[in-house]
């Protein structure tokens, strides 16, 4: 019988010259971009490009999927399941014709993800990808008119059985909402509410996290630019990543955030904002742009592209720094703290403006929100010395 097994690759540039090895996928699902594993272990190699590997006969053949992990996984998907079908056919001597009027799942999806990327909601776009993909492996379907309740309520549990929270439970329902009613299907097929969860207060940065990190990456003039932006404006990642100099006014002490159509970047709520900045991340700017005189983004990589790693930056220097905590699972498998995360930054930028007395409307306009109601998510008790002080000093 032959070989219909297709392998995801990593065609990369070794101390030992060119070598395809197997990609190594994370617990999330998604491939670690430019990791493999030799023998066993993990390896880091920057350069190279994505491959499939099946069978020909006996042959190998491979196909060049390109840089873009995130196409990986759904192109070896849809080549195994090609070859089988061809297999089927061939077995039953019947020639493989896909059936017209029916919206193929598979199809779909590529075509809803594409959407929201084209459209700059790229963090949008990489969770329906991740959102869709498991629904589909968990149901089984190849056409939107096969679909029923019940394969929703078992993506739920299979969910559940994985160790999803509740909460990821409800926002994967509602990205497989979307993306079901845009194939057309009856909302009363897919139940019109979604998994409830516990509402729990943002997650922020206590003092002497904030203190401890800063200190740890203190002799790093770019490193700490780009927490410390995060920390004292609020903005959402994409909105550091595709950050200009021309957005910033150093007269004004502001920065601009707007949508750049040319970059595949739009705003969230399409409501542009103008942000202050303090004196002393505003020095920092200074020195920083007269030291790089010739970058165009404000946090940039080397090529003075976007710096779409970000995150695993984050990760890393926390990893680094010695301030995992430990006890979280993904401590434990891989090393990356889960406590530390970027939105964590905003959340704490925005809770800090609360507990210093701005009002909730200006505090909406500054961090981007479009109604009250999500700002006041942020508003909490003191839970360090000043309310121990404030505690103290009642007369009762």
């Given at each position: ?92 001597g019947a ?96 139940g019109k ?138 401590c434990k ?64």
């Amino acid at each position: 019988m032959a070989n219909r097994k297709v392998i995801a690759l990593w065609y990369c540039k070794t101390p030992q010259g060119w070598r395809r090895y197997p990609v190594v996928i994370g617990r999330n699902g998604r491939i670690k971009h430019g990791y493999v594993k030799v023998q066993g272990v993990e390896h880091h190699f920057p350069n190279g490009h994505y491959e499939l590997r099946c069978y020909q006969g006996s042959k190998p053949a491979y196909k060049n999927i390109g840089n873009d992990s995130s196409e990986v996984l759904n192109e070896r998907d849809k080549e195994a399941q090609l070859l089988v079908a061809r297999d089927a056919a061939k077995a039953g001597g019947a020639v493989l014709v896909e059936e017209t009027g029916r919206i193929s799942l598979a199809k779909h999806a590529d075509k809803f993800v594409k959407a929201a990327a084209d459209r700059g909601a790229a963090v949008a776009s990489n969770a329906y990808r991740l959102a869709i993909k498991e629904f589909l492996d968990d149901c089984g379907k190849t056409y939107a008119d096969q679909v029923t309740k019940e394969d929703v309520t078992g993506h739920h549990l299979a969910l559940k059985k994985r160790g999803a929270s509740a909460r990821t439970v409800h926002n994967r329902h509602m990205a497989v909402k979307a993306f079901l009613l845009d194939c057309g299907v009856d909302v009363k097929t897919i139940g019109k509410r979604a998994p409830k969860y516990d509402k729990t207060l943002p997650e922020i940065y206590e003092t002497e996290d904030i203190k401890g990190f800063f200190a740890a990456i203190a002799g790093d003039d770019y490193h700490t630019l780009i927490f410390d932006l995060f920390l004292k404006t609020g903005l959402r990642e994409q909105e550091g990543m595709f950050l200009e100099w021309d957005d910033i006014s150093f007269p004004s002490k502001t920065l601009t955030i707007h949508s750049k159509p040319a970059l595949g970047f739009r705003i969230k709520d399409k409501e542009e904002r103008s942000v202050p900045i303090p004196n002393d991340l505003l020095k920092r700017l200074k020195q920083y742009k007269a030291d790089h005189p010739k970058k165009h983004f404000v946090l940039g990589n080397g090529k003075d592209k976007p710096h779409t790693k970000l995150l695993r930056l984050l990760k890393e220097l926390v990893r680094d720094a010695g301030l995992n905590c430990g006890r979280c699972e993904t401590c434990k498998g891989r090393e990356e703290c889960e406590r530390w995360f970027l939105h964590k930054f905003r959340a704490t930028y925005i809770t800090t403006l609360l507990r210093n007395g701005m009002d909730l409307r200006t505090v909406m306009k500054l961090s981007g929100h479009s109604d009250l109601a999500s700002v006041m998510r942020y508003l909490r008790p003191q839970d360090d010395s000043h309310t121990q002080s404030k505690i103290n000093s009642i007369k009762w």
